[in-house]
């Protein structure tokens, strides 16, 4: 990092002062580590370099995004998901560590070795691109209704090196219509139109597309099992991921719709997050 001598702000002292207006030393570490493309170590070792001023220009308009309640993940533009860095923006919903659980339980089922796997409303392509990194025989394809998601899609898939992964524009199935699948997944929208946790913390930057469906939230999912044993192979799986009280009415649906082997898992806070079914 050049020395500045024109500014009186070393790293230390910058890094003090956001800390004081975030109220957390580590937010303030890891906006300032993103912006000069370092880890916290460095911070630590160089705390007392004085900071060139486009730098501390650059680092004050990061901390005012962070200051007004922006989340972390959108003002970064990344997000850990599986251990895989994606990236993400104000079109995209931030992957959540929930969502991890649906991707380890689709990768624990025993479908075919060149599965066929969807995912519908694939966002910034975490769950997809996910399954196609770490069962490169499958053939993935995702679809999503927002175009601006699947350019963070395409991007993430193209950095990350998922390069078989089929990306497709459109509403659930209508992209794949006349297609097969071995499994379906989807972290859908699950949210209620009116849940007051809409107007809550990082929730208000998402997209509105991205979290609400309908009244109580289950308007995508009882369309998703609905048109989806259409789209399974017999003894073919639908893993959904839903609201933490959802799992009750989406096992209901799903055994109305004729799967077999419903069942729901819990997260690491111990909520019944994602549910199962196999196609008869
Ligand atoms: C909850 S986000 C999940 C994003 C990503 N899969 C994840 O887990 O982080 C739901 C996604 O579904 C997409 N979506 C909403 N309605 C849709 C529809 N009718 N057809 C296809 N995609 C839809 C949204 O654009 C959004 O990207």
Redesign the pocket.
């Known amino acids: 990092m050049p020395q500045d001598q024109e500014t009186g702000s070393t790293f230390k002292m910058l890094l003090d002062d956001a800390a004081a207006r975030l109220g957390s030393r580590l937010e303030a570490d890891v906006l300032l580590a993103h912006l000069l493309a370092c880890d916290r170590a460095w911070l630590y070792g160089h705390g007392t370099d004085a900071c060139p001023p486009a730098v501390e220009s650059s680092y004050m308009k990061l901390v005012e995004r962070r200051v007004v309640g922006e989340p972390i993940a959108y003002v970064t533009g990344t997000r850990e ?1 599986y251990g895989r860095t994606f990236q993400v923006d104000r079109q ?5 560590p929930e ?1 991890e659980l ?1 991707v380890e339980l689709a990768l624990e089922l025993d479908p075919p070795t060149r599965a066929r796997a969807l ?10 691109i996910t399954l196609c990194l770490d069962q490169p025989r499958w053939e993935v394809t995702a ?4 175009e601006a ?1 699947l350019q963070i899609a395409r991007f993430n898939r193209d950095a990350l090196g998922a390069r078989s992964l089929e990306l497709r524009h ?3 199935f ?1 992209p794949v219509s006349d297609r097969h699948f071995d499994l379906i997944v ?5 949210v209620a139109a009116g849940d007051e946790h809409l107007a809550q913390g990082d929730v208000r930057f998402e ?1 509105g ?3 609400v ?1 309908g009244d109580d939230g289950l308007d ?1 999912i009882r ?1 998703i099992v609905a048109a989806a044993p259409d789209h399974l192979e017999p003894g073919g799986w639908l893993a959904l ?1 839903h609201g933490h009280d959802q799992a009750a009415p989406v096992r209901k649906l799903m055994e109305s719709a004729g799967f077999d082997q419903v069942e729901s898992h819990r997260d690491l806070a111990g909520i019944e997050r994602v549910s199962l079914g196999r196609a008869r």
């Open positions: 998901f995209v919903l931030i992957p959540r969502t649906l995912d519908i409303g694939t966002g910034s392509g975490c769950i997809a679809v999503d209704r927002s998601a459109g509403n659930l209508e989807s972290n859908p929208p699950y997209p597309m991205a979290l469906a995508i369309r991921e």
